[in-house]
């Protein structure tokens, strides 16, 4: 984080904080905590004597529209944020990560991504469309791919700067979302992510269904993949919804229904729609010029508001590391302390945490 960002966000001078940082100096602890709060850690890391390095900045795949966007104080964070989970999940799981889904259904550019989703699919037991309410299809996806092995974490950080990234680090697989993206982007974000790590590396993206355009690479490959998933040809043609869709006139609003059974964006739908040929490349282009008007208007932002603790830890920290860390507590190797510091919850906090990570 920037000096000047880290001294207004913990109401100290620039210049006092310099100076701190370079200059050994007895601190009262609530100071410690003050400045530890800004940064987003507990105030004990002061007490480490290593060099706290750079974090790990994932392979860039941004091609929004225009030029990419700097990453700011936020988004580093969250990349910081993932070194230290990566950390704390190795520390639980020592050298054995188990095996996960990425692990059994490694895929390539030649893959048909339409082929790769139907695996997908197949193993992890999906039928049909299991919910319909966007934060209900988020949450599905989020616990059903922690119970596949992989760690998903939700975090703040500016989505016009990117909407999601994954790392892979001595077998763990880890995708960041950020939760300040709306409830249908994040769904088709954690599953396009899931496409980087079966093609077998890291990103940052700012994946959007409707953003797609027709050619090779990674970026079109998890594009189509992540549809596949959320949009499956078979599901949606035995849907009467969409039959009635590609019978009559396709404009913005005439797939707000049919997108809603599933949880998606309508310009998700209107994709898939024109991979099946339903509708030209030129009219799916003239629908995603129209929606783009009133894009930022509709869909521009999260409603997640402040969450509680519990709901909080299990977002930040992922749905499987909260049941690793239980566990491991259940065995008899952390402490309720130990539990709280991992977790980054209060301990009367914890049995709530546990409730909503189940």
Same mark, same amino acid.
């Given at each position: 984080m920037p000096l000047a960002a880290a001294a207004e966000r913990a109401r100290v001078p620039e210049e006092e904080l310099a100076h701190w940082e370079t200059t050994p100096t007895p601190l009262p602890i609530d100071t410690c905590q003050k400045i530890a709060k800004t940064y987003k850690r507990n105030w004990y890391i002061f007490l480490l004597e290593d060099e706290i390095g750079k974090p790990t900045v994932p392979h860039d795949f941004r091609k929004g529209r225009g030029e990419?966007?700097?990453? $700011?104080? &936020?988004?580093?964070?969250?990349? &910081? /944020?993932? &070194?230290?989970?990566?950390d704390k999940i190795e520390s639980v799981n020592g050298s054995d990560p188990g095996r996960s889904i990425v692990d059994a259904l490694p895929a390539a550019l030649d893959d048909?991504?339409?082929?790769?989703?139907?695996?997908?699919?197949?193993?992890?037991?999906?039928? /049909?469309?299991p919910e319909s309410n966007p934060y209900g299809v988020l949450r599905f996806w989020r616990?059903?791919?922690?119970?596949? $092995?992989?760690? =998903?974490?939700? =975090?703040?950080?500016?989505?016009?700067?990117?909407?999601?990234?994954?790392?892979?680090?001595? /077998?763990? !697989?880890?995708? =960041?979302?950020?939760?300040? &993206? =709306?409830?249908?982007?994040?769904?088709?974000?954690?599953? !396009?992510?899931? $496409? !980087?790590?079966?093609?077998g590396g890291d990103a940052m993206c700012k994946p959007t269904s409707w953003s797609e355009r027709a050619g090779s690479g990674a970026e079109p490959w998890c594009n189509r993949f992540a549809a596949a998933v959320l949009l499956?040809?078979?599901?949606?043609?035995?849907?009467?919804?969409? !039959?009635?869709?590609?019978? $009559?006139?396709? /404009?913005l609003g005439s797939g707000r229904a049919l997108a809603s059974e599933f949880g998606v964006s309508e310009l998700a739908l209107f994709r898939r729609l024109e991979t099946f040929g339903e509708i030209t490349n030129a009219e799916y282009q003239t629908l995603q010029d129209a929606a783009d008007k009133d894009w930022e208007a509709k869909e521009g932002s999260s409603n997640s508001g402040i969450l509680p603790p519990p709901k909080k830890a299990v977002y930040a920290e992922s749905p499987l590391f909260v049941r690793q860390v239980f566990d491991a507590f259940t065995a008899g190797d952390l402490s309720l302390k130990e539990m709280g510091s991992l977790l980054n919850t209060p301990v009367h906090s914890l049995s709530s945490v546990r409730e909503e990570a189940a």
């Open positions: 990419k966007v700097p990453l $700011g104080p &936020d988004s580093m964070l969250a990349f &910081d /944020g993932a &070194d230290l989970l990566l048909n991504p339409e082929a790769i989703a139907a695996k997908v699919r197949r193993a992890l037991g999906v039928a /049909g469309q616990f059903l791919l922690s119970d596949a $092995g992989l760690f =998903v974490s939700q =975090v703040k950080f500016p989505r016009e700067e990117m909407r999601a990234f994954c790392r892979s680090r001595n /077998g763990h !697989h880890l995708i =960041v979302l950020s939760s300040r &993206d =709306v409830a249908t982007a994040r769904s088709f974000s954690l599953l !396009h992510e899931l $496409g !980087h790590l079966l093609l499956p040809h078979l599901e949606l043609q035995a849907n009467p919804r969409y !039959h009635e869709l590609i019978a $009559g006139n396709i /404009g």
